[in-house]
């Protein structure tokens, strides 16, 4: 058993079975985070690329963490720090460490499209770990590890997705890799923020809050890039907030056992309130410690084959 | 995963039988059961831990600790082998250090999973001894390994594979040799 692409670009084109996989063993991966030594030999003497054009903490962290719990050496390549502050293109840079024999490439990047594009002029294994407004493969898939562990199965649950669904790959990933796995995805926002045509993603899309939550097993906070205020999507943050904060009151509308998610980093106070981050449906911890184990299976999964298949 | 049985070579009978000389011989050896811990390699081996130590505790009284590894991501083939599913957790519930391992496994072949355990074994502390249990030896080692209690040497051709079948997992409990597919 393993995936069928060498890379991981989007959950759009997994398959069921090929996200049960990586479900699977990232649940075995999990356990090896528990012990004092926390490393296994699997991807010893392999070379993993961090290639982060775009502000992160905790998605690279998290990748350089399970790369390092495999033994897999990793080199980081920030824009800052790059050759491409001195002009070089994209292209080049890839070229410049494919050279140097690396086995995978964790990108992110601003621009939708980007790990697609590297993936097809390297033989190298390329990890998307976000792209524009695109897609975030391994948040969704840590998003449904988190689904499946505390609800037991993805399958016949409803999730509500909250926020900014227009600028969310986080919401592109879940929603893409959610309904695969069976379960009913909502949406809610206000108009401006709700991409053009996402009915035809199959998600029941929502405006108010409370109906939204009604019935929900999984609330999904987005977080409100707050920046997206300049171009006049909503008046205020102050008006978002009434409207669509998940706070201890408005979460009384979801099941009495809902859980709550949010990818991070959060705004407190603005799309989630303390009460309910800090509370005790809040998962979002547990989202953090499975990200480590769903990117050590993804890494261990995409390693590649060097010689024949013998099964 | 359907290949021609050409021969049974252990019954359900011959399997307990040879797993009750094997849990006295360990208890002989180690003279008691103070600091053994039995570990399995899964999966037919975590079966057979359990049924050593079901037997142990027959004969001793008293429980011995039983955990299981799981050694896919200690292999050394990872490169060319597929494993045909997802790999399972590995449990072990105590502390190895200053303990006497009891590796248990079905098959005892080219010694590559008894390293590959060895090595996960010592990454979880360290045992003052490890002992290697197996129900069958077939022969063929490429590495200086051997089991220290041995239900039954069964030579066999490396064109042959054999299957150890527990109940738990494969409906009976049975040993047979089989046409390889390769």
Redesign the interface.
């Known amino acids: 058993?393993?995936l069928k692409s060498k890379d991981l670009l989007t959950i759009e084109e997994l398959s069921s079975t090929e996200i049960q996989?990586i479900l699977?063993?990232a649940?075995?991966f999990?356990?090896?985070s528990t012990?004092?030594?926390k490393?296994?030999?699997?991807l010893r003497g392999r070379t993993v690329v961090l290639f982060f054009q775009e502000p992160s903490t905790r998605t690279r962290v998290s990748f350089e963490l399970a790369a390092k719990r495999?033994s897999a050496d990793i080199l980081n390549v920030q824009t800052a720090s790059s050759s491409l502050v001195k002009g070089e293109t994209l292209i080049d840079t890839l070229k410049t460490l494919e050279s140097m024999t690396i086995d995978a490439l964790v990108v992110r990047h601003k621009c939708s499209g980007v790990p697609l594009m590297l993936a097809n002029m390297t033989n190298a294994t390329v990890i998307n770990a976000g792209d524009g407004f695109h897609e975030h493969p391994t948040q969704g898939l840590l998003d449904m590890l988190t689904i499946k562990e505390q609800k037991g199965k993805i399958e016949g649950q409803t999730v509500t997705i909250i926020g900014d669904i227009t600028h969310s790959r986080v919401a592109r990933s879940n929603i893409h890799g959610l309904q695969k796995m069976g379960a009913k995805v909502r949406v809610c926002a206000p108009p401006t923020l709700l991409p053009a045509g996402i009915e035809k993603m199959g998600v029941e899309v929502y405006h108010d809050l409370d109906k939204a939550l009604k019935d929900t097993d999984v609330v999904y906070v987005l977080r409100l890039q707050l920046e997206r205020q300049k171009k006049n999507l909503f008046p205020t943050i102050r008006e978002y907030s009434q409207l669509y904060s998940v706070t201890s009151e408005r979460l009384k509308h979801a099941k009495k056992d809902a859980i709550v998610m949010h990818p991070g980093p959060m705004n407190r106070g603005v799309e989630i309130s303390s009460g309910v981050a800090d509370g005790p449906a809040s998962v979002i911890d547990e989202q953090v410690t499975n990200g480590v184990a769903v990117r050590m299976a993804v890494l261990?999964l995409l390693?590649g084959?060097?010689?024949?298949?013998?099964? | 995963m359907f290949s021609k049985v050409k021969a049974v070579v252990m019954e359900a009978r011959d399997m307990d039988r040879a797993l009750t000389r094997i849990a006295h011989e360990i208890l002989e050896r180690n003279k008691g059961i103070s600091d053994i811990v039995l570990i399995g390699i899964k999966s037919r081996g975590e079966v057979l831990a359990e049924r050593l130590a079901a037997k142990i505790k027959s004969i001793e009284g008293h429980e011995v600790p039983c955990g299981a590894l799981?050694i896919?991501?200690?292999r050394d083939d990872?490169?060319?082998?597929?494993?045909?599913?997802?790999?399972?957790?590995?449990?072990l519930p105590f502390d190895v250090s200053q303990k006497k391992v009891i590796l248990v496994d079905d098959v005892l072949y080219t010694g590559r999973s008894a390293r590959a355990a060895i090595?996960?074994i010592i990454?979880?502390?360290r045992p003052t001894a490890i002992q290697l249990a197996v129900l069958v030896d077939r022969g063929h080692r490429e590495f200086p390994i051997h089991a220290d209690y041995v239900g039954k040497n069964i030579p066999s051709s490396s064109k042959e594979e054999v299957l150890v079948r527990v109940k738990e997992r494969d409906e009976k409990d049975e040993v047979v040799i089989a046409e390889s597919e390769?």
């Open positions: 058993m393993s996989l699977d063993t649940s075995s999990k356990e090896v012990r004092s030594v490393k296994v030999p699997a495999l261990y390693k084959e060097k010689g024949e298949n013998n099964g | 799981d896919t991501f200690y990872t490169d060319t082998h597929q494993p045909d599913k997802a790999p399972e957790q590995t449990e090595d996960e990454d979880f502390g390769k």
